[in-house]
């Protein structure tokens, strides 16, 4: 489906398209928040004490729960 499409069923008019960018970018951002996170809390696979594996864990549920808006 194109954007075109999605916008004409959606019923978006043009002064909603910033906020629809706005909120897609937060979206992106946040994806690139937790894939950060769950990369770093990866590298410390086999080697990380419990209390850095409880800490790598606190940062990826934080990370979910940030809010960028």
């Known amino acids: 489906m194109h954007i075109k499409d999605l916008h ?3 019923k978006i008019i ?13 979206m ?8 950060k996170v769950v990369d770093q ?3 410390l696979i086999g080697n990380a004490s419990a209390i850095d ?10 990370a979910f729960n940030a809010k960028t808006l």
Do not use: F
């Open 41 to 43: 809390r990866e590298s």
């Open 14 to 26: 043009a002064s909603e398209e910033a906020l629809g960018t706005t909120v897609a970018q937060a």
């Open 8 to 10: 004409a069923k959606l």
């Open 53 to 62: 594996d409880r800490n790598a864990y606190a940062d990826i549920a934080q």
């Open 28 to 35: 992106r951002d946040n994806v690139a928040q937790i894939d």
